[in-house]
């Protein structure tokens, strides 16, 4: 694949693996991809783990995968912008995931949202200018039964009202 | 494992039986609500009472009742304890010597618990997940060892067109049919493939069944594979189900020990992988050929059909696609027979089909009828109704592709074609209830804001379709749309649903078509008159544009 690669991304790819070797992260994602074969078939087990790793998925870390995988960079880049799980951007320090499926609509969850926007200035799918707190949508964790369902940093928390949320971002914030 | 091993393993495990169990829920709602805190404080309170040998403390799957988790009960006294706490460990442990539980009960002979007839769920809140042992106490993998020993593939898929069973993913094709398809196809290998990318919003039952009875879907997919003549699985669950993933992981683990899968399954010539693919969050992989792009590493974005999956499918081999409830269902048709489940639902829908119900309702959580009872006995009867005394407006099934169905339908059956002549879809079993509070053109441009958000965007129609819709259902619920766009509106729904490439396109309009259908006076009173008078054929337009 590097005989038809430009010079500058040849240069580039060079540069990230060479910034790779002294990052003991990127060994534990090659074992990973060393597991699956280097299959290509693999890629999004691969960035699920890259994902694990380092947070959120940044170029030059995608560009190591499609090197390694030899895949070209489009084919990875398209991956990882077509799911919604992969996060492009760094995440603030606490995640506050809000469900909007369904039942949690019906129940308010959009009242949970405006609220926290109001309060903290931090509109669905972005982090806050201070790098403290991102808020995340997700389409239907599942736990409908128990709507509204939030989840603060990976804790599924059942019933929730705007009240309640607002309690634990300033929980958060107070730290 | 031969079969005596199986034997004796069930007998082991059924005389190791303690005289009382308690079953703790320990599936993802309920987890949610510490329900693990409890169990530990059960255990902890039994050896305290020194009761370690009469009383077991189980971890199980769903016990059905999500609103009231977590549900803790106890055998074979029959109390049903909910919203325990580990505070109420302690005298729930006492109430067994004839004390007093400090948590709530309620009667497990309510009509949410007993009008429901189980297959799929037959071992969700009994058997602990995490053990295979506990699967092989309640017959488990004894219908593999049947199908492997006593009958050749042949049979086994003339069974599966015999018991009638139709695909639970929603859009309900013969089972029998598919895998009839897939075995006669040609191809050096083949894949069978569980779907487990449960987008819907608003249903669970398949994360239900996976984190209460994984080993019921790996043994479903082992008689599957062994029918159509695969030797890989792949089952493909969605990454926001971490609880089903890491049992699934657990299960498979299990499995490939006892020689239950992997190579020589029960001392047959027959071997048989599962791996498991986790999905990264879009709703257009649960149509199957965005599907099995996904499981290849690729982008999810399906193509058009033919050659279908069952031709040409993963990799290019012949691939049998089915759903997690459909795979549940398969152990219990062969351990019983294709006459005792075609005998259960209706002429053309056969078996039981799980509900997730949800929303304005006071019962909310997992319930499995027999196909063709009617909607109303759902929520009404065993899900109680609306809370707080009001009124039941519509429900939707069916998700996104669904539609809604308003309460003067309720007394319809709930089957295939029933659902679809009011214009709504069985769907995967998402059961959301509206009391009279909701807004229905809310409902239908919340759905649509799904849809646009989740086009994958390979065809046009779709793309900006789904863009154009919502946007004029913004106008519509903003006051600011005529009559003219709401005819704009229809002619779209139209367009979007007879050209988009796959299921999302052309269930997409489905919601708005069917509040529009039924509840079309909220849309009206949001109209404003039209500024060129009521344009009855289109002239006003016409003439808007001359002058333009």
């Known amino acids: 694949m590097n005989a038809c690669v430009a010079k500058p991304q040849k240069k580039r790819i060079q540069a990230v693996l060479a910034h790779a070797s002294g990052d003991k992260r990127f060994k534990i994602l090659e074992a990973h991809m060393k597991k699956h074969q280097y299959r290509q078939d693999a890629l999004i087990e691969v960035l699920h783990k890259a994902q694990e790793l380092f947070g959120y998925l940044e170029d030059d870390l995608l560009l190591f995968v499609s090197v390694k995988l030899k895949l070209p960079p489009s084919r990875v880049y398209g991956v990882a912008t077509f799911y919604h799980f992969f996060q492009l951007k760094p995440q603030g320090e606490h995640a506050c995931v809000v469900c909007m499926g369904t039942a949690c609509y019906v129940k308010g969850a959009d009242k949970i949202i405006d609220a926290i926007t109001a309060q903290h200035k931090v509109r669905p799918g972005e982090t806050s200018a201070d790098n403290r707190l991102s808020l995340l949508t997700a389409r239907c964790i599942g736990a409908c039964g128990i709507a509204p369902a939030v989840v603060y940093d990976g804790t599924v928390t059942p019933r929730a009202t705007p009240e309640s949320a607002l309690e634990q971002i300033n929980q958060w914030m107070k730290k | 494992m031969i079969l005596n091993d199986l034997i004796l393993l069930k007998e082991k495990q059924q005389a190791a039986r303690k005289k009382i169990v308690l079953r703790c829920c320990m599936a993802a709602g309920c987890m949610s609500s510490d329900s693990k805190g409890v169990k530990e404080r059960l255990e902890k309170a039994v050896a305290d009472a020194g009761l370690q040998q009469e009383v077991e403390v189980r971890g199980v799957g769903c016990m059905k009742l999500c609103c009231e988790g977590p549900l803790v009960a106890a055998d074979p006294q029959g ?44 071992n969700s809140g009994v058997v602990d997940p995490e053990r295979i042992e506990s699967y092989i106490a309640a017959d488990g993998y004894q219908a593999l060892h049947e199908v492997l020993h006593e009958m050749t593939p042949k049979e086994v898929v003339e069974t599966m067109v015999k018991c009638g069973l139709r695909g639970r993913g929603g859009a309900g094709f013969p089972t029998g049919l598919k895998w009839g398809t897939v075995a006669k196809s040609s191809g050096t290998r083949k894949y069978v493939i569980c779907n487990a990318d ?128 459909t795979f549940a269902n398969v152990p219990t048709i062969y351990r019983k027979g294709a006459d005792w489940f075609a005998a259960i639902g209706t002429e053309k ?184 008078g009521p344009d009855r054929t289109g002239h006003a337009h016409k003439h808007e544009l001359a002058t333009k």
């Open chain 2, 349 to 532: 829908s056969k078996g039981t089909k799980v509900f997730a119900l949800a929303g304005k309702i006071k019962n909310t959580g997992l319930l499995e009828v027999p196909m063709g009872t009617p909607l109303r006995k759902i929520v009404e009867e065993m899900g109680g109704g609306a809370p707080d005394g009001g009124a039941i407006k519509a429900v939707q099934t069916g998700g996104p592709s669904g539609g809604c169905i308003p309460a003067q339908h309720l007394d319809t059956p709930v089957d295939y074609e029933s659902l679809g002549r009011l214009g709504s879809i069985m769907g995967s079993g998402g059961m959301i209830v509206m009391d009279d509070s909701t807004n229905m053109v809310e409902i239908a441009r919340f759905f649509m804001e799904f849809c646009m958000d989740e086009s994958c965007g390979k065809c046009i129609p779709c793309r900006a379709g789904t863009v154009q819709m919502h946007h004029l259902l913004n106008k519509i619920a903003s006051r600011q749309a005529t009559p003219r766009d709401l005819k704009k509106l229809e002619e779209l729904c139209d367009l979007v649903r007879n050209t988009s490439l796959c299921g999302l396109g052309q269930t997409a309009p489905n919601p708005t078509l069917s509040t529009l259908r039924f509840f079309r006076n909220e849309y009206d009173a949001l109209l404003q008159p039209d500024p060129h």
């Open chain 2, 79 to 122: 109390a049903l304890y909910v919203r325990v706490t580990a505070e109420n460990a302690p005298s729930i442990v006492a109430a067994l010597n004839g004390g007093r539980a400090s948590a709530g009960q309620t009667d497990p002979q309510a009509p949410f618990f007993a009008q429901q007839f189980s297959i799929v769920l037959a």
């Open chain 2, 198 to 325: 449960e987008g819907d919003p608003g249903a669970f039952m398949d994360r239900s069944v996976l984190e209460s009875d994984p080993h019921s879907v790996l043994e479903g997919m082992a008689i599957a594979a062994y029918a159509v003549g695969a030797d890989q699985g792949f089952i493909y669950v969605r990454a926001e189900y971490p609880l089903a993933i890491s049992r699934l992981q657990v299960a498979i683990k299990q499995a490939k020990q006892m020689g239950l899968l992997g190579a020589g399954i029960f001392e047959s010539p027959f071997n048989f992988n599962v791996d498991l693919r986790i999905g990264a969050g879009a709703f257009v992989c649960g149509e199957e050929t965005a599907l099995m792009a996904s499981v290849e590493g690729k982008r999810g974005t399906p193509r058009p059909r033919p050659p279908f999956p069952a031709e040409s499918g993963l990799f290019g081999c012949p691939t049998l696609l089915n759903n997690v409830e």
